[in-house]
């Protein structure tokens, strides 16, 4: 039997059980079956497998954003408008056939945007080209899911499913769960807060399908058996997302001020380039970048060309290794103005954590 009728098979038995606590246990394990057999297509057992030819681009900038929707909803008349890049565009499906590379230049960062081909549904499984799209997709660091505002919640649910199955988290954080294996002294479970789903029988049935025995689990807040499932194969990837909803030309006022209330989204019209500064304005907000400006010795700091770093990484160090790897071997201290100091200049070490539009200047050792 094939990896796709197993899965099938599972699905059909989970839709066929009733959730309660008697079963708990049984959903558990098959929900652990099934993130092993998506994990098989993913990473087919001969190794192989990865992006594909002429679908994985190079990646460019401060920051890369994909593209990804059903075939005919504009992804390829938005990058050409945004970015200045041509881009195949026609009334019949399927014109982008690879991934098609654009560059913008937003707030001082470069950022990448990957026109990538139309999916379609069961590409997580391998049909059409989706397994190579959404292997591009991954190496993203923020995902706009480019939908027709006229079937957009129909479009919406089957991506994310298809995403979802990909191992990739739309617009969530890591599970908060503390997992580590050990020799010996079977599964020592530590529950911070009341589990709703999740206790010692369930844990441990997830935990058997793995064949992990001996491990230390902390659970600090509700979790479900998909989040430890997640800790547990460690290949998940979190993005951000936007849902762009195109063709707003096409719907009333009416119709325009309800979208706009949905989480997480920006309508426009990719044709009519109407609304553009509002889906730059919440790119920039999601991919979360800092920009920190230069100012060499005895001048004026340039504020032309900032270095770009991502949040999470923007210690003193960080900017020294993305000036040049070898600075930080030389560094002294660094004399920063800006919303990271208390006082303006303030001289700090390489631990310092520097805020978006912070001026550094570098000492080093003489």
């Known amino acids: 039997m094939s990896a796709l009728q197993k899965i099938a098979e599972i699905e059909a038995e989970m839709a066929r059980t009733q959730r309660n606590k008697a079963t708990m246990g049984h959903l558990g394990l098959l929900k652990a079956r099934l993130a092993k057999l998506r994990r098989e297509l993913i990473e087919p057992k001969g190794g192989g497998g990865g992006a594909g030819e002429g679908f994985d681009v190079a990646k460019t900038g401060d920051a890369r954003i994909g593209f990804v929707g059903f075939p005919s909803v504009g992804k390829s008349t938005l990058l050409t408008n945004l970015a200045g890049v041509y881009s195949e565009v026609a009334a019949y499906e399927f014109t982008t056939l690879t991934t098609v590379p654009g560059v913008i230049r937003y707030k001082g960062a470069k950022i990448q945007l990957l026109d990538l081909p139309g999916i379609i549904e069961g590409a997580k499984d391998g049909k059409g080209r989706g397994k190579q799209v959404i292997a591009v997709a991954r190496t993203c660091g923020l995902i706009f899911i480019v939908l027709d505002v006229l079937k957009p919640l129909q479009h919406k649910r089957l991506i994310e499913h298809e995403l979802e199955g990909f191992g990739i988290r739309l617009n969530k954080t890591p599970p908060n769960i503390v997992f580590r294996k050990k020799e010996k002294g079977g599964i020592n479970l530590q529950q911070m807060v009341p ?116 949040s999470g990484n923007t210690s003193i160090e960080d900017f020294c290794n993305k000036l040049h790897r070898t600075i930080i071997k030389e560094f002294k201290y660094a004399i920063v103005w800006g919303t990271s100091v208390k006082y303006q200049p303030q001289k700090v070490g390489k631990d310092h954590i520097l805020q978006d539009e912070d001026v550094v200047q570098i000492v080093k050792k003489v």
């Open 195 to 310: 589990q709703s789903e999740l206790d010692a029988d369930v844990v441990k049935t997830i935990l058997a399908e793995y064949k992990i025995h001996n491990a230390d689990i902390t659970l600090r807040y509700d979790a479900t058996p998909e989040d430890l499932i997640d800790v547990v194969e460690g290949n998940r990837v979190y993005i951000p997302c936007i849902y762009v909803l195109n063709k707003i030309d096409q719907i009333s006022i009416e119709e325009l001020d309800i979208i706009h209330k949905v989480p997480h989204t920006v309508p426009i019209s990719a044709h009519h380039k109407w609304n553009f500064d509002d889906l730059l304005e919440k790119m920039w907000e999601y991919l979360n970048l800092v920009r920190i400006y230069t100012k060499p010795k005895g001048q004026l700091p340039d504020y032309r060309s900032p270095v770009v770093l991502r």
